[in-house]
């Protein structure tokens, strides 16, 4: 993978996350997902051992993040849960 790029799954909403974290926060955006029943994938992040790209999907190397279909990232698991 080029230090550019970042997975994601076309056409799909990409959730950064770890799903097994019991940060709030990211429980906040799975549950919100959950409740609209949209599907989603989740791309692991550990967060002891960041994948170098992961700063290409959020700068302040928090989790979650969520690409959206259109390439629209957003960073914030209330915005994530609100959209």
């Known amino acids: ?3 550019t790029t970042f997975p994601f799954k076309e056409n799909a909403y990409t959730l950064y996350a770890n799903a097994q974290c019991l940060c709030p926060h990211v429980q906040r955006a799975i549950r919100a997902f959950k409740a609209a029943k949209v ?3 989740v791309e692991e992040i550990d967060m002891q051992n960041k994948p170098e790209w992961y ?3 959020n700068p302040q190397l928090k989790i ?4 959206t279909p259109d390439g629209t990232i ?6 994530i849960a609100e959209f």
Do not use: D, G, Q
Request: proline share 11%; hydrophobic share 60%; net charge neutral.
């Open 55 to 57: 700063h290409l999907v």
């Open 1 to 3: 993978m080029s230090a």
């Open 64 to 67: 979650p993040a969520l690409r």
């Open 74 to 79: 957003l960073i914030e698991s209330l915005v």
């Open 39 to 41: 599907p989603y994938v």
